[in-house]
């Protein structure tokens, strides 16, 4: 797996879909995932190769996972 540090939620969002909609597969949608941070915020895909990709963002300022 290669991972990717994008510096917005937002941007993984959109770099999530514009991969997706390339032809790459859903592994798990952008989101929080607490067990690694608060503000941990992660999308996974696969490309067509069949290549895992984790696009995230841990910005410390930007907002939290709500609770």
């Given at each position: 797996m290669v991972a990717f540090r994008v510096a917005t939620q937002a941007l993984v969002q959109e770099l999530h879909a514009a991969a997706l909609a390339a032809g790459g597969r859903n592994e798990g949608s952008p989101g929080f995932r607490a067990e690694y941070s608060p503000n941990f915020y992660?999308?996974?895909?696969?490309?067509?190769?069949?290549?895992k990709i984790a696009l995230y963002c841990d910005d410390k300022d930007a907002p939290g996972r709500p609770d």
């Open positions: 992660v999308g996974y895909l696969r490309d067509p190769q069949g290549n």
